[in-house]
DNA sequence: CTAAGTGCAAAATGTTTGCATACTT
DNA sequence: AAGTATGCAAACATTTTGCACTTAG
């Protein structure tokens, strides 16, 4: 199960070329038209779900009523934090000893284990703090 | 600006009835038919966006593709954390003074400041552990 | 040849808007 | 009376599904 198209390798493709950037399924759509290579809205949603399972990208919501984000994230950030800014849309990401912290407070007091591969925070990194953004 | 209507005040008062929980804009015409005050969807809606503007309420976007969910805050700036189940999906929302450790610390070390408004963590509940889910 | 993927059109979902009517002040 | 609020129906926007067709293995 899994068979390797075409479409599935423009869309990861486009995700991959924007590594440094979010992209909403219609960007994708847009992108992917302006390389001469239009793929249907459908097959872009149903590639990046598959694209989600395999831990490729990332989706992220960022703000009310607008689209979902879709993000190429390598495949080795899985034991650490992302810190996502909702300034630039720069991820963070990075060890800390503090996630040890962390989990051990919420098994401590609210008994529930962290899943430590899924932590994303948002807010605003330094840069955007000084420039005034958000 | 801003007239006091019937339905103005039921849809605060299911809000403030359960404080301690989240609701979404169906749950409280629901509810609110329940009771037998049933009010237009439209109207919940308007209602709710005011009281947001009023800054009596506050809205969470939780999940993908789910409702937003609405909560009374009493005025105060509540730290809200959430903590998503990965085994029965359920939703544990509550307030917790860790959450101003980890502000600090993510703006003390990271340079990064958190919004603590949109904070979900996924892992497992203490139930789903018994049961060995997940 | 068979399982999987594609993409159009249509549905589902949650939320917003147009507008005539009803209520507040 | 004048200005707001209501609520139905219809519009919206994003995402998902049904289904006939194409493609990969």
Redesign the interface.
């Known amino acids: 199960m899994g068979y390797k198209t075409k479409q599935g390798e423009l869309i990861f493709g486009i995700l991959e070329k924007n590594a440094d950037r979010h992209l909403t399924a219609e960007e994708i759509c847009v992108l992917l038209k302006a390389e001469g290579n239009a793929v249907g809205t459908t097959t872009v949603y149903r590639n990046l779900e598959k694209l989600i399972a395999e831990g490729k990208i990332r989706?992220f919501?960022l703000e009310?009523g607008e689209p979902?984000c879709y993000q190429y994230m390598g495949g080795e950030c899985h034991e650490h934090f992302h810190?996502k800014?909702?300034g630039c849309g720069e991820i963070?990401h990075?060890e800390?000893d503090?996630l040890g912290e962390?989990s051990e407070?919420?098994m401590a007091?609210?008994?529930?284990?962290?899943?430590r591969t899924?932590?994303t925070?948002?807010?605003?990194?330094?840069e955007c703090?000084k420039a005034g953004v958000v």
């Open positions: 989706r919501r009310e979902a810190l800014c909702l963070i990075f800390c503090y962390l407070h919420l007091h609210h008994d529930f284990e962290l899943d899924k932590i925070l948002y807010g605003t990194c330094s703090r």
